[in-house]
């Protein structure tokens, strides 16, 4: 595998379920990211991990749960979700964290999740 | 607040035709980064091309270019001869020099016609 994969690709799940996104980097990065695309909204970014330790929650609500054991892997567990969470969700890594334009951010294709 | 603007949702282009895409963004920052995004079909999200603000030279990636116009705060990109492997959404991204956010723009849709 190289560059960023996530799995599962896609995902449907009710609002009672728990489930969790996965996603590997093989790019020896340090920091790791989880974005939301939304349909007709720009990208949003939610978390953001830098040697494991996150550094940025952009305000998300605490159905999401993010961890990231080690600077290669980052999940997204999610518990009692809404239909407006259906969404794909986009995990990026980079070498480091700030300045975007120094640090490019490498994209894995997301995982589509639609909440019934 | 930094905001990034893409006012064309769709656009459409014949094969080995050149194509502009707009993008226009606020910011009170002077050092700041800007970028163009391709989505393909596959969903990956691809580094396209970049400029940062205090150049003046146009960045150019083979037969992608932008023309950066700072004082107007618009950021084109050009596609020239292009090709079907170019459908896809293209987004428009601003980062500030001082934080780790990258802003996107909502996105235009590119259809290359055969």
């Known amino acids: 595998e190289t560059g960023v994969t996530q799995t599962p690709r896609h995902l449907v799940m009710g609002m009672t379920n728990k489930k969790s996104l996965k996603c590997e980097q093989h790019l020896g990065h340090n920091a790791m990211y989880w974005y939301k695309q939304s349909a007709k909204k720009p990208l949003e970014l939610m978390f953001v991990?830098?040697?494991?330790?996150?550094?940025e929650n952009n305000s998300v609500p605490s159905r999401f749960s993010p961890e990231c054991p080690n600077s290669s892997h980052l999940f997204l567990h999610l518990h009692t979700l809404q239909p407006e969470d259906s969404a794909l969700y986009l995990c990026?890594?980079?070498?480091?964290?700030?300045?975007?334009?120094?640090?490019?951010?490498?994209f894995g294709p997301g995982t589509r999740l639609t909440v019934t | 607040a930094q905001t990034v603007t893409q006012s064309q949702p769709e656009m459409s282009v014949q094969e080995a035709e050149t194509v502009t895409l707009s993008c226009t963004y606020d910011t009170s920052e002077s050092d700041y980064y800007l970028f163009w995004y391709k989505q393909p079909p596959s969903r990956q999200m691809i580094l396209v091309i970049r400029?940062?603000?205090?150049?003046?030279q146009n960045a150019t990636e083979n037969r992608f270019s932008v023309n950066f116009q700072k004082a107007a705060k618009s950021f084109s990109l050009k596609i020239s001869d292009s090709q079907l492997g170019d459908a896809a959404m293209y987004f428009c991204a601003y980062s500030s020099n001082r934080d780790d956010k990258i802003i996107f723009g909502k996105g235009t849709r590119l259809h290359i016609l055969p």
């Open positions: 400029q940062e603000a205090y150049k003046q």
């Open positions: 990026a890594s980079s070498q480091d964290t700030g300045r975007p334009g120094f640090y490019e951010q490498y």
């Open positions: 991990y830098n040697f494991k330790e996150q550094t």
